[in-house]
């Protein structure tokens, strides 16, 4: 293929970091995650949480958005997954805590660690014991300053077995009843299809990320291990729909699918949307906000400053949202214009069903891309990172960096396969 050499360094930086970590065949798996008994070191964390620190009460599902905010007191049992909840000696907790918490409730880690202290939005894993028994944690430094363990936050909990050492497993389940030596088809029952598994080992996992996510580990086809992680929270307050701008009340869904890629018209999950489409067309199919909702005001006519993350049966939708309005908008008011799908990345992972116009997927090969868009109008191949090339290629239709369809591809033993699909139909900010 004829390499283009005139492409800006600007497309070339566009391209998402899934496809080369395709290409760089990157683990997508965090490499934080601690799955062994050893100690572990401070960690850098981005984005730091928002771990409550006083007492107040908190009703099913509600959650905080400041260091200043009480910790509950009473927490309602939820039988969602995405509480974050579990049950530990026959009390029910939810993450993100407080240690003095647990501290409360007889939970210690050993001698030696008493005088360990972590920086701001840094993280250390270490164990807790009680009367024999012996769970994992992360604890978290959202402050400001320099804090020792036990002024710290707990972002996670693991618990597995067989027992480590002379410690024994404790009392622990998950809402729906799941705990250690519950089935692969317990877990299914109660929770459904997973967000994603892990190939390397045979493991499920429910949320959108490792720092926000419950992850089951099987072994002869029973849980061995369960770690829930969540680090940020966000408030229950309500939706409020009833005035949308007129650039919403506008917005007419499709009704096909359609061959014109220029359409922007995709199916997702069985619906038709078109590129731009409004968030309350996905909250309509049966999406919902699994993030706060009320995080950001967008400025008129420009892209959310963050990502924001939407759910339905354990799939997530990561992305930027746009405010086509002429006034400021809260995030549930703006648009979606761009869209990922992409077999390698374990964020973006295609088990959301995601069909273009000529009847495109993320399996569709390269002939059968040529046979419905033709030529396209921009070609990379073997892109040079560093010193290295890497075997990768890109075909991008369309006309400019707001208004595109890229297909990402890999090549293995002289073989071309679709990796990630992204579409962009936007504001050019």
């Known amino acids: 293929m004829k390499k283009l050499k005139y492409l800006s360094i600007i497309l070339l930086f566009s391209l998402s970091f899934t496809f080369l970590s395709s290409c760089l065949k990157i683990d997508r798996i965090n490499s934080e995650k601690e799955t062994t008994t050893e100690k572990t070191r401070p960690t850098k964390e ?23 905010t009480e910790l509950p007191i009473a927490i309602l049992p939820s039988e969602s997954i995405y509480s974050y909840q579990f ?12 240690y003095s918490v647990l501290a409360a409730d007889g939970w210690d880690f050993e001698e030696n660690f008493k005088g360990t202290s972590i920086a701001p939005d840094d993280s250390f894993y ?11 944690v992360k604890f978290l430094n959202v402050g400001t300053a320099v804090l020792p363990l036990d002024k710290c936050g707990i972002a996670s909990i693991e618990i597995r077995t067989p027992s480590w050492g002379s410690s024994d497993l404790p009392s622990f389940s998950l809402p729906g009843g799941i705990t250690v030596n519950s089935s692969y088809e317990d877990i299914i029952s109660a929770y459904g299809e997973p967000s994603y598994t892990y190939s390397t080992t045979e493991s499920l996992a429910y949320g959108p990320h490792y720092s926000s996510e419950i992850l089951f ?74 993030s706060d909702p009320h995080a950001e005001i967008v400025s008129a006519k420009k892209r959310s400053n963050d990502l924001i993350y939407l759910r339905k ?21 703006c648009f979606i214009d761009s869209f990922e799908v992409s077999i390698s990345s374990r964020i973006h992972r295609n088990q959301i069903s995601l069909e273009l116009p000529g009847n495109i997927t993320i399996h569709s090969s390269p002939n059968e891309i040529l046979a419905a868009y033709g ?48 579409l962009r139909n936007g504001l050019k900010n």
């Not at 107040?56 to 599902?61: C, R, V």
């Not at 049950?87 to 407080?98: R, S, V």
């Not at 939708?317 to 405010?323: A, D, K, Q, T």
């Not at 990768?392 to 699909?421: A, G, L």
């Open 126 to 136: 270490e164990s807790l014991y009680k009367n024999g028994t012996r769970i994992r």
């Open 46 to 68: 981005s984005n730091s949480p928002a771990i409550p620190s006083e007492e107040t009460t908190l009703t099913e599902n509600s959650e905080v958005t400041s260091e200043e």
């Open 217 to 290: 580990k099987i072994q002869d086809e029973k849980i061995r291990e369960i770690s829930v992680s969540n680090k940020t929270v966000f408030p229950n307050t309500p939706i409020d729909l009833s005035a949308p701008p007129s650039e919403i009340s506008d917005y007419v869904p499709p009704t096909e699918l359609g061959t014109s890629p220029e359409s922007f018209i995709i199916n997702l999950e069985g619906d038709f949307y078109t590129l731009p489409a409004p968030i309350t067309a996905f909250l309509s199919n049966g999406w919902e906000f699994a």
């Open 375 to 422: 030529k396209p109008d921009i070609e990379i191949e073997n892109i040079k990172i560093a010193t290295e090339t890497y075997q990768c290629w890109s075909w991008t239709y369309d006309r400019n960096y707001s208004s595109h369809i890229t297909f990402h591809f890999i090549v293995e033993e002289d073989e071309m396969y679709t990796d990630t699909i992204q």
């Open 313 to 333: 049966n354990n799939q997530f939708l990561f992305m930027p949202v746009s405010n086509y309005s002429d006034t400021v908008q809260p995030l549930f008011f």
């Open 87 to 98: 049950t530990l000696d026959g009390k029910l907790y939810q993450l993100p805590m407080e």
